[in-house]
């Protein structure tokens, strides 16, 4: 069975569907991006696959040994967020939370697998600094680290490049990129940027409040919406 299995599901936010006719799958390995308009259901989805929302109708299941707890999640940052007054090294180790259970302290396994995530990023130098007074760039690294340490097995990335300059877009890419085809982690990338997703996704989920497409990117690329949303043009 896949890591991630959507029948026929719907999200509905406030009362309202927000999207619906989710029929998807993400399998070990994968790297899956889901592209669409502002307001198509993308972070709606998000909070679906995190648990944090029952679908409406449908179902969404975990298999293949994943536990809905160890998605790796790196989330949108709201200002207060950025502002926060903790270590690098501390957001890090907050990533285990998830693995305590009913334990009121980290562990030193906790701190262990912290400070390899920390080296794996090269952030090594970070550590020690506050998280609020860290560049943009270096705050999404901690928080990729922070992800890394909630899971060996699937990451879910909501909009990670978002605010970055182009440099640090390319080098965030690439971090995600070898994480999953050399590392062996299955990624899910919520992202705008349709042409950065064809060029590293090997699966596109596209949603319109509903599913328009799902499957692999070079057929996407042939299909209507794919050709219209990467500025081509649809099918005759």
């Known amino acids: 069975m896949a ?3 959507c029948r026929d599901a719907a999200f509905a936010y406030e009362g309202k569907t927000a999207v619906s006719g989710l029929n998807f799958e993400v399998n070990q390995g994968d790297y899956l991006c889901i592209v669409g308009e502002n307001g198509s259901g993308k972070s709606t989805l998000v909070k679906g696959l995190l648990r944090l929302m029952r679908p409406q109708s449908g179902e969404v299941l975990t298999g ?3 536990d809905s707890r160890e998605i790796g999640y790196l989330p949108q940052q709201t200002a207060a967020q950025k502002d926060f007054p903790a270590s690098a090294f501390e957001v890090v180790l907050s990533g285990r939370l998830a693995s305590r259970g009913l334990l009121p302290f980290y562990s030193r396994e906790d701190r262990k697998i912290a400070l390899q995530n920390i080296e794996r990023l090269g952030i090594s130098d970070l550590k020690s600094r506050c998280y609020r007074e860290l560049s943009g760039g270096q705050q999404q690294r901690v928080l990729l680290a922070r992800a890394l340490c909630a899971t060996q097995k699937l990451l879910l990335l909501d909009e990670p ?4 300059d182009p ?15 050399e590392e062996g982690l299955t990624v899910v990338m919520v992202s705008h940027d349709i042409q950065s997703a064809v060029k590293y996704a090997s699966h596109i989920l596209h949603l319109q409040n509903a599913q328009v497409f799902f499957g692999k990117t070079a057929d996407y690329l042939l299909s209507d919406a794919g050709r219209t949303f990467t500025g081509g043009k649809a099918n005759a």
């Not at 490049?161 to 970055?164: D, E, K, M, N, T």
């Not at 640090?168 to 999953?180: H, W």
């Open 3 to 5: 890591f991630i299995t």
């Open 64 to 66: 293949d040994g994943l």
């Open 161 to 164: 490049v978002a605010g970055l």
């Open 167 to 181: 440099l640090v877009t390319q080098e965030m890419y690439r971090i995600i990129n070898e994480l999953c085809r």
